[in-house]
């Protein structure tokens, strides 16, 4: 049984490029999570989709940062423009019902220079 | 807010010891608390959900315990293992909000010395 995918795995990009990390959420899974984890402030959560909508995103840093789902098996955060504050590591996660564990994937590094 | 807090940010012990880590949160109204497991490089795995109802949770090794009343959880592990060495992380549901938005601890680095 296939885990949560995130591509890509590794990204290093110039400040002000366009950055659009990935995601495929567990088959079945109604809700998807994105988060952000720095060594400074931890695991943070940006923004969670329910049914492929987009019900809280009170942690999404600025208006540089959006994030899609445009169907169940598919999500995406984009950043742009990127800035040097951006690099950290980004996961996406997913579960079931609300008793159910969020199942992490193995995260994006992003680098941006 | 919540704030989850996990005590001792690091510790080192020796192999076949048993150890308890410790998280406290602030708002004691959550539904549940999870406890995962982060390895270098990886994603979280999650290790033990204890449900509000419930006072602890066993797997294996592990056993997680809840005290609402006073916000604290613990993980207990039983006869560690150099396998065990991860940072684990604690989290908690922001409160008074939705269940699924979770505040996690900065965790726990273990490391089981052989």
């Known amino acids: 049984d296939a885990g949560v995918i995130q591509s890509p795995r590794h990204e290093v990009t110039e400040m002000g490029q366009e950055v659009t990390l990935r995601c495929k959420p567990i088959?079945?899974?109604?809700?998807l999570f994105w988060y952000r984890q720095t060594m400074m402030r931890g695991l943070e959560l940006l923004i969670y989709?329910?049914?492929?909508?987009?019900?809280?995103d009170s942690g999404m840093p600025e208006d540089r940062f959006s994030a899609k789902m445009p169907n169940a098996s598919f999500s995406t955060l984009k950043i742009q423009p990127s800035e040097p504050r951006d690099s950290a590591v980004y996961f996406c996660a997913s579960s079931g019902q609300v008793n159910q564990p969020q199942h992490f994937g193995d995260g994006t590094r992003l680098s941006i220079l | 807010k919540q704030e989850v807090t996990q005590i001792p940010a690091a510790l080192s012990v020796p192999e076949g010891e048993n150890l308890v880590l410790n998280c406290s949160f602030t708002?004691?109204?959550?539904?549940?608390l999870q406890w995962f497991r982060q390895d270098p490089g990886k994603g979280l795995t999650s290790l033990l959900l204890i449900q509000s109802s419930q006072r602890e949770q066993t797997s294996g090794r592990l056993n997680a315990s809840l005290d609402k009343s006073s916000g604290r959880s613990t993980l207990y592990i039983a006869a560690s293992q150099p396998g065990d060495s991860a940072t684990y992380l604690c989290?908690?549901?922001?409160?008074?909000?939705?269940?699924?938005?979770?505040?996690f601890g900065k965790g726990t680095l273990l490391t089981v010395n052989p």
């Open positions: 088959s079945g899974h109604d809700y």
């Open positions: 989709f329910n049914n492929n909508v987009p019900i809280d």
């Open positions: 708002d004691s109204a959550i539904y549940n």
């Open positions: 989290a908690a549901p922001n409160s008074g909000g939705s269940n699924y938005k979770l505040t």
